[in-house]
């Protein structure tokens, strides 16, 4: 049972960059992903969440508008789509999948935690 992230790179201010979330040994179409991200020294934060439907879906203040949320049950994959990069988003991103019920779920609720993938904005 493996999560993984992938997708990110150093890209400039204003850039883009499309990050994906795949699972080996067990389907995501029955979870609630989120994504996160945690620069060095700060506390890791979520990013957005989507449901296991995909109908719905929740992004942070700080990313309301530029990132978007999908996923491709067919394809196991949820994405997160990042437009307008700025330089405070360069952190290193995860994804996690729960079981919980709702979408701005706390971050104890979610147990299966993928490696990360670095997204550095340079300015």
């Known amino acids: 049972v493996q999560l993984q992230a992938s997708g990110g790179g150093l890209v400039q201010s204003g850039g883009s960059l499309r990050l994906s979330c795949t699972a080996s040994?067990?389907?995501?179409?029955?979870?609630?992903i989120g994504w996160f991200r945690q620069a060095p020294g700060k506390e890791r934060e979520g990013v957005s969440s989507?449901?296991?439907?995909?109908?719905?879906?929740y992004y942070a203040d700080s990313v309301k508008g530029r990132f978007t949320v999908s996923r491709d049950n067919g394809k196991n994959t949820v994405y997160l789509e990042m437009n307008s990069l700025k330089p405070e988003d360069t952190a290193h991103y995860y994804c996690?999948?729960?079981?919980?019920?709702?979408?701005?779920?706390?971050?104890?609720?979610?147990?299966?935690w993928g490696q990360g993938t670095q997204v550095t904005v340079s300015s």
């Open positions: 996690a999948t729960s079981r919980w019920q709702g979408i701005n779920l706390p971050i104890r609720a979610y147990e299966n």
């Open positions: 040994g067990f389907r995501l179409d029955s979870y609630v």
């Open positions: 989507i449901s296991s439907t995909g109908k719905s879906t």
